[in-house]
T-cell receptor
Framework: EPEVTQTPSHQVTQMGQEVILRCVPI?????FYWYRQILGQKVEFLVS????????KSEIFDDQFSVERPDGSNFTLKIRSTKLEDSAMYFC??????????????FGPGTRLTVL | RKEVEQDPGPFNVPEGATVAFNCTYS??????FFWYRQDCRKEPKLLMS???SGNEDGRFTAQLNRASQYISLLIRDSKLSDSATYLC?????????????FGAGTRLAVHP
């Protein structure tokens, strides 16, 4: 069964450094999302992406964050200058055309980001 | 008021027990409703969608009451493997791109 993949599984970085988290969504999906989960807290929406542009972003998704779909398969989340509070699990999700399996989002295994 | 509220638990139940989780949501215009399951340090996985008419999938039954903005999940004949955190999830109505709004989750521990 097709699945969303994410790399790396764990990323350790120093405060102020840039990180890029990578995701490969399911191949025929059209909508892409990033969520994050700080340890012990709920899953929070960061950004949605459709038709090669951001469709919605949360308050968390400030100027330090950016997303890109550089080719037909990868979907990346970049944090330009990491802060301690960016330490979290970052989940990528994708969804097919809404006329097919309406609203169901498929999640990747996540990247654990640790900022020191 | 939180957008999605759940009892955090934990619910500690013996194998074979029936357990019920409740959830309320604040936005009456929310469109779609789900229960996800999350194991420790893993990704959320869809357990079931919740429909207005109620729906059942094996030992799991989900109910939705739009008037009360209330969602429930019933697990019958609990198994050890049901131990996890159960996340109540609704979709936002803004923009049509359907971001998911998660509750904080209810932890279930099933013991022998």
């Amino acid at each position: 069964e097709p699945e969303v993949t994410q790399t790396p599984s764990h990323q350790v970085t120093q405060m102020g450094q840039e990180v890029i988290l990578r995701c490969v969504p399911i191949s025929n999906h059209l909508y892409f999302y990033w969520y994050r989960q700080i340890l012990g807290q709920k899953v929070e929406f960061l950004v949605s992406f459709y038709n090669n542009e951001i469709s919605e972003k949360s308050e968390i998704f400030d100027d330090q964050f950016s997303v890109e779909r550089p080719d037909g398969s990868n979907f990346t989340l970049k944090i330009r200058s990491t802060k301690l509070e960016d330490s979290a699990m970052y989940f990528c999700a994708s969804r097919p055309d809404g006329t097919l399996r309406y609203n169901e989002q498929f999640f990747g295994p996540g990247t654990r980001l640790t900022v020191l | 008021r939180k957008e999605v509220e759940q009892d955090p638990g934990p619910f500690n139940v013996p194998e074979g027990a029936t357990v019920a989780f409740n959830c309320t949501y604040s936005n009456s215009a929310s469109q779609s409703f789900f229960w996800y399951r999350q194991d420790c340090r893993k990704e959320p996985k869809l357990l079931m969608s919740v429909y207005s008419s109620g729906n059942e999938d094996g030992r799991f039954t989900a109910q939705l009451n739009r008037a009360s903005q209330y969602i429930s999940l019933l697990i019958r004949d609990s198994k050890l493997s049901d131990s996890a955190t159960y996340l109540c999830v609704v979709t936002s109505v803004s923009g049509g791109y359907n971001k998911l709004i998660f509750g904080a989750g209810t932890r279930l521990a099933v013991h022998p």
